[in-house]
């Protein structure tokens, strides 16, 4: 009898340890899981505030401020979306290796932002074992703006002369105007004031009168698709030969005022205004295919870089044989932004990508 109640006694004793240690493994699993959960969540944050800074980049002071504006303006939290971050680390640097700086003296060259979110997850478990309430947690992310060579889409169906081949500006200035259709007969009075210079003047001519700036399939459908819906015909890459091929028909001013008005912002006439106006949604910023002139001249044309381009407002283009279409050079362009790149020197087109 002895031994019966012994063996109950024994069973209980084994039976309520077994319960506590199983409730206490299922509370470490519940605190890891919060855990886990907010690290997830810090790490997305991180993710998408560091693409959304990247993006805001532009190789000037006001970039770097509206960087950390998109970091603070991210809207995703943690806590099961119910708490903001409210500790987060934004730094800057020109390289990925660093060195890492929250307020960059000059903002020349920074491509890369680092965004650093941290939280305190509060505990209820795991201090049975650890000395700790909370658990710190940390997340990081870099983004930046990468050199893009290799095009599917995106590519504007002009292709301006280069001045020479080295990036990012390749010889142009921001804030001129450049010729994105040449008229039938080129001359220093007709055209853009960027290319007022006897040597682009005879690379115009070079290419002949019926050759004037266009570079794509000239079929209706396909230039409205190529001007309209950054839609490309032909893969390019830098180092390509790019085939001019017209550029006198009537669809392809059609479709250039459609491209302009696809913009929020159509009526600025300066790119700074259209910065200044914070309005546009980045449609009037094309990419084109920079080329060399030819080698010989007007044969040949080979692509050496991209170049970012503002296209002028509403009325200002028209399908006159001697009128040039001309656009604003601003500088690097990002694929996706509504700014012009930082550049790196080498490289005129990037695009905005995670690189940790």
Known sequence: MNRKRSARG????????????????VGFSLDLGRIYIAKSEAQVFA?????????????????????????????NKWHFNSRPFSTVTVEFAQNPAGPWVATPASAAGYRFVRVSPQINVNLMFLPAVVPNWQQLVRAKAVAAQVPKTQFREALFPFSPFARNNVGPNFG??????????????????????????????????????????FIEDTAASNIRATVVDDYQTVFRTIGDIVLFT??????????LNTRILQDTDSVSATFSQ???????????????????????LGVNHRIVGIGAFFLQRTGQYGNGASQSWCAEYIGAWVQGSRKRGVGDNANGAFVVRLVE
């Open 246 to 255: 017209g550029g006198t028909k009537q669809t392809i001013l059609d479709a």
């Open 172 to 213: 142009l200035t921001p804030g001129r105007l450049y010729t994105l259709r040449w008229p039938n007969k080129a001359t220093l009075s007709n055209a853009c004031e960027g290319d007022r210079d006897p040597a682009i003047i005879a690379m115009a001519e070079a290419m002949g009168s019926s050759e004037r700036g």
């Open 274 to 296: 259209y910065l200044s106006n914070g309005t546009g949604n980045g449609r009037r910023i094309v990419a084109c295919p920079l080329n060399d002139g030819g080698n010989p």
């Open 47 to 75: 993710d998408s505030a560091a693409l959304a800074a990247a993006a805001q980049l532009d190789g000037s002071l006001a970039g770097i401020t509206d960087a950390m504006a998109a970091v603070a303006a991210n809207a």
């Open 10 to 25: 024994a069973i209980l004793v084994t039976t309520a340890i077994s319960a506590i240690a199983l409730i206490g493994m």
